[in-house]
């Protein structure tokens, strides 16, 4: 008769809740781990397996705590350090360097344990070790050729190194030995995006999401690259259904509401943003600053000047960050001080935004205007009451090589104490800048029956063609109908205008188009704004060239996306006192507003009088 082995309940749990954690069913094996330690309270493994199902739900502080009493009980076992690791690398801005120090403490009592060189070969790519790391992935997609982490910890290294195309075949390679893997889908998708292969990616998204029909991540990526391309009512249910998954991710959030802004869905844009600030433990700056978008597009000023300051760490907006060693301006007297107004943006938003100069000089003892070459002009001859000097910061550090100044402030910024609301810009008395007029009379003689016929300017583009900005621009023929107009002289204001494209106008159009090969549109300003003079009308792309037109007091048509900033909540810009803004509503393109144009300056030119630009020529 063969003897029994004696029953050990403990050692049965554990086994049970090691099949359990090894099929997924994490939280199963979590309440058997905690009933083996009730009775067991120093078991090694038990503490190191419970602190692992605490990661994989998601709580890499609880998965710590427990992971490194089962250090304390059991000091000699390799994969207790790598899960340590790995836990704390689940920890935003963990230290890389102790994580990397565990993994080699990992490897040194357990050489084979291909997850501590993994998260090795990590580490040594984030402290910008890429050989070292580079050298660990090849070696481990040698030895363990389907060892998935590899392949996709490789991709995302080279991708991050701007590697797009190798690292785009190792998430490829990921999808095919682990199709069922979400994750993979979603990581070739997001180097996809960050090469601006935005067909492929919508291609690959797509195919994605017929896999995984619920992946709030997917549904995340393609809102990202429905916004990107300037399609956002492409991306809002997408945006939707990832907030739906999950309610509380402040990136989903984030994702959502600068759609809903897109589509001028103000209120639910401001909604979506509190939310994701009110999910955040860290400052979100990505959100205020969006939040300040959505409520200035609502022409609620007050709110939306109050988060303005956010786009300096938002991250992706192209504005100059300097720092300073005098306080910000705060708004209080400043009649005795002197203040120093810097630009941290680009030419047409120094120019809007410089409107407000005026009232500064009034208030303050004396006024520094910092800014670039390209803006010396304008400023140093239309405030001669201010020193206006180029930007005085160290390049690398962006401290301050001058301090004869007791508070500063952007010029962007200027408006959170000088308009509080949109009556409050009834105080700017146009044209701010100040043009040479000899400079106008030159080239208004120039141009051939300028005294006959009607002068219109034009532009149709920007340089930055990228695709979310691209939607807002008209090609030059699409932009043609409107010179064919006939009986008006076409005065070329496009910058950087391609040769091309004047052909194009000249010559395959017949058209009455006037084009200044010796003027630097460009680079010289106070010239673009001398030529903006010499017209009766201006239309124009939302550029710099329309903000120059606004700021010379010329009447000009300008179109684009709903721009929160320059509507401020209302139809017409409040910013300047001749402008019309037509707004190209989401879903529609540019293009289709070519017939609408071409039939109000028909209309237009039947009732045009030259008397305003006489008078700004001096004739």
Request: neutral net charge; proline residues 5%.
């Amino acid at each position: 008769m063969a003897l029994k082995t004696a029953a050990n309940p403990l050692r049965e749990k554990m086994e049970k809740a090691l099949a359990f954690q090894k099929a997924g069913e994490i939280e199963k094996a979590q309440r058997l781990y905690k009933q083996v330690l009730k009775k067991l309270p120093n078991n090694a493994d038990a503490n190191h397996l419970l602190g692992v199902c605490y990661r994989q739900l998601g709580f890499p502080h609880r998965a710590i705590e427990y992971i490194q009493k089962a250090i304390k009980i059991a000091n000699d076992r390799g994969p207790f350090y790598a899960n340590l690791a790995r836990a704390m690398s689940d920890i935003p801005n963990s230290d890389t360097t102790s994580i990397l120090a565990l993994t080699q403490k990992a490897l040194s009592l357990s050489p084979n344990l291909i997850e501590a060189e993994n998260l090795q070969a990590i580490s040594l790519s984030k402290l910008d070790m890429k050989e070292e790391a580079e050298a660990i992935f090849q070696k481990l997609i040698v030895q363990y050729p389907n060892y998935v982490e590899a392949y996709r910890n490789y991709g995302i290294m080279l991708r991050d190194n701007k590697d797009h195309d190798k690292a785009v075949a190792l998430f490829f390679k990921c999808t095919m030995l682990e199709p069922n893997n979400p994750e993979n889908y979603l990581q070739r998708a997001r180097c996809r995006f960050e090469a601006q292969q935005f067909d492929r990616a919508e291609e690959e998204l797509n195919d994605a999401l017929a896999r995984f029909p619920d992946n709030g991540d997917l549904h995340h990526e393609m809102a990202r690259l429905m916004f990107r391309l300037g399609e956002s009512f492409r991306g809002l249910e997408a945006a939707q259904r990832a907030v739906r998954e999950d309610n509380s991710n402040k990136h989903r959030l984030v994702t959502l509401g600068v759609i809903q802004h897109a589509l001028c869905q103000y209120d639910d844009a401001i909604s979506s943003f509190r939310s994701a600030l009110a999910h955040s433990t860290t400052p979100l700056p990505a959100a205020e600053w969006n939040l300040s978008l959505a409520y200035l597009g609502k022409g609620d000023l007050k709110q939306g000047w109050k988060y303005h300051h956010a786009r300096f760490f938002e991250g992706h907006t192209s504005v100059l960050l300097r720092k300073f060693d005098r306080p910000m301006w705060d708004g209080s007297d400043i009649s005795d001080k002197t203040i120093m107004v810097w630009n941290d943006q680009g030419v047409g938003d120094a120019l809007r935004c410089g409107t407000l100069i005026p009232e500064i000089i009034e208030r303050a003892g004396k006024v520094i205007i910092e800014t670039s070459e390209k803006l010396m002009a304008p400023f140093r001859d239309s405030f001669p009451e201010a020193t206006v000097r180029l930007a005085t910061f160290e390049t690398g550090t962006m401290l301050p090589t001058a301090d004869d100044y007791d508070v500063q402030i952007s010029m962007a910024d200027l408006a959170s104490h000088l308009r509080p609301d949109t009556a409050s810009f009834k105080r700017i008395k146009h044209p701010v800048y100040k043009v040479s007029p000899e400079r106008v009379r030159e080239f208004y003689g120039r141009i051939p029956e300028a005294d006959k016929k009607p002068i219109v300017g034009v532009s149709w583009r920007s340089r930055n063609l990228a695709p979310h900005r691209a939607k807002n621009y008209l090609s030059a023929p699409d932009f043609s109908p409107i010179v064919e107009v006939e009986d008006v002289i076409f005065l070329n204001l496009q910058y950087l205008a391609i040769k091309k494209e004047v052909r194009f106008m000249q010559e395959a159009k017949k058209a009455n188009f006037i084009h200044f090969d010796d003027v630097d549109q460009f680079n010289n300003l106070q010239d673009a704004a001398a030529l903006a003079n010499c017209c009766d009308l201006i239309i124009s792309a939302n550029t710099s060239v329309a903000e120059i037109a606004g700021c010379q007091n010329v009447p000009c048509w300008t179109f684009g996306e709903p721009a929160s900033h320059f509507l401020l909540g209302e139809e017409l810009p409040p910013w300047y006192d001749q402008m019309i803004y037509t707004v190209v509503q989401p879903g529609h393109f540019v293009a289709e507003l070519v017939p609408q144009l071409v039939s109000r300056l028909e209309a237009w030119k039947e009732t045009w009088s030259p008397e305003a630009r006489f008078k700004r020529v001096g004739l």
